[in-house]
């Protein structure tokens, strides 16, 4: 497929265009709705998409036709079609995001969300690698095979503005454009992660999620903890208490059965691989104090806890104080915000249900307990790889990382992979990323490690190429003309 010219002209367009763009992107703090409920107000998610839109429509790809579609009271998303290369059946599906986390505290000096920062390989800030470089990495991959006269099948490429809050506007958009999408016979989504920057990670499973806010009230009013502290039980301890039911606090195990599955051989066996690429990387790679270590220095079940293994978070508290504000009273209530990793295979709407009751029923010392569920998002497990695709993606691999492909599950969520698994249950699924060590999406000093992303960009079009040539029978053998671009870099 000429991978010396396909180097050359992703390099040139990410040198020229793609990180501009990125470090413009940056600058737009378009938080997620879960984290602005007043986003339509603030226009930030607007001017983003209108910014993506605006270089969309300046690429060299015949066809292409480029759409911001809106639904009344949702987020937009943009809807980018590229007619293919022949009368092949199915489509490529290629998928990202444009929305982003909040800000979240701990950046380093030097460092902020909302400015862009470029040290070397890495470009720092809020949202290029979560995943603001996915339509970019996108459309430039089939840009390239334009420019190589490489044929490719039709190509959809979806970007949304909800991942980030649960994906829960994207299902009216995928219905209200069910005819336009078809039915992928490939999906690639360039919104996970990479165990190192040395090779193509393919994601085989991702978990699920329910959280929501447990609140304990044992108080009408704070009381004095001298008086009632022995009388009254503290209201963070009946907290830890219904915890306990779900969690043991010694080695973070999820007692309830309902929230655990059996991990398929298959999966067992790709985590054991991992680790022996990965070696201590595994735990390596997060920034532990001096003198902390992780849960298990045995690196398969570590990969297995964080990928196929419930796991409890609390991701908020409320109703205490600083503790430079603290006086000594016995609080009235305590509030926590839970997050719950569930195995890919676990139902999350029966789980959310479930962890309910768990925590609601028979409250200690007859507080009042109320678990509101706010989050509720099923896992996704992969269907096994034709071989064309396992041995595209390694290839792709060998050709641009220079080293085999690895396949790992992945301990995050991506909601749309589970609604695309269940309404196209036939297709073929590429959940690649550029998340790698200490990348830190959702937390402080995220940033896009740049030479991975233009190699990520390079394999999408090998893989691309690749369906096209497995699926097609007596299709032309060259992608519709340039219109006269003769030169496509030399224009950038």
């Not at 790709?270 to 849960?295: E, H, I, R, W």
């Not at 009751?357 to 996704?380: H, I, M, N």
């Not at 998340?435 to 999406?441: E, I, R, T, V, Y």
Request: glycine letters at 10%.
């Amino acid at each position: 497929m000429g991978r010396a010219e396909i180097i050359r002209y992703v390099e040139r367009v990410w040198d020229q265009e793609v990180i501009p763009e990125l470090t413009a992107y940056i600058r737009i703090p378009n938080k997620s709705p879960a984290f602005d409920s007043e986003w339509q107000i603030h226009g930030h998610m607007d001017r983003a998409v209108a910014q993506f839109e605006g270089w969309a429509r300046k690429q060299p790809i015949p066809g292409l036709k480029v759409e911001i579609k809106r639904l009344p009271e949702r987020t937009p998303l943009l809807l980018m079609e590229i007619p293919g290369s022949g009368d092949l059946e199915g489509c490529v599906l290629l998928y990202g995001h444009l929305d982003k986390q909040p800000e979240t505290t701990g950046w380093r000096e030097g460092l902020h969300p909302w400015e862009p920062v470029r040290e070397g390989d890495r470009l720092y800030g809020r949202g290029a690698a979560d995943d603001g470089y996915a339509m970019f990495a996108s459309l430039t991959a089939i840009a390239a095979l334009v420019r190589l006269k490489v044929p490719y099948a039709r190509c959809v490429v979806l970007i949304e503005a909800c991942e980030e809050s649960g994906s829960f506007d994207l299902p009216f958009h995928i219905e209200a454009l069910a005819e336009r999408i078809g039915r992928p016979s490939l999906v690639i989504c360039l919104d996970s992660g990479c165990g190192n920057y040395e090779r193509l990670w393919c994601t085989t499973s991702l978990r699920g999620l329910v959280g929501g806010r447990l609140r304990v009230e044992i108080l009408n009013e704070g009381v004095h903890s001298g008086d009632a502290s022995g009388v009254v039980a503290s209201s963070f301890r009946i907290l830890r208490r219904l915890l306990s039911r779900l969690e043991d606090e010694a080695t973070g195990e999820i007692h309830p059965p309902m929230f655990r599955v059996a991990i398929p051989e298959a999966r067992l066996q790709q985590a054991k691989a991992a680790a022996q690429v990965l070696g201590d990387g595994v735990f390596a790679k997060f920034p532990f104090v001096d003198g902390a270590g992780p849960v298990s220095r045995e690196l398969t079940e570590s990969i297995l806890n964080r990928t196929w293994r419930p796991a409890l978070s609390i991701i908020g508290i409320g109703g205490a104080p600083a503790p430079a504000d603290a006086g000594n009273v016995l609080r009235p209530s305590t509030e926590a915000r839970l997050s719950l990793r569930l195995p890919p295979n676990c139902d999350a709407n029966a789980a959310s249900a479930a962890l309910k009751q768990l925590l609601e029923q028979d409250p200690p010392y007859g507080a009042r307990v109320k678990f509101a569920p706010d989050w509720t998002c099923s896992g996704w497990d992969a269907p096994e790889f034709e071989p064309w695709l396992a041995a595209s993606m390694d290839s792709a691999s060998r050709t641009y990382f220079g080293q085999p492909a690895v396949c790992m599950g992945e301990g995050g969520t991506i909601p749309f992979m589970a609604m695309l698994g269940e309404r196209f249950p036939e297709a073929q699924f590429l959940i690649t990323g550029v998340l790698g060590p200490q990348s830190n999406a959702h937390g402080p000093n995220e940033f896009l490690h740049i030479p991975t992303a233009k190699r990520l960009t390079c394999c999408v079009a090998q893989v691309i190429a690749e369906h096209f040539r497995h699926k097609g029978t007596s299709i032309n053998s060259e992608c519709p003309p340039s219109q006269g671009r003769e030169d496509i870099g030399r224009s950038r």
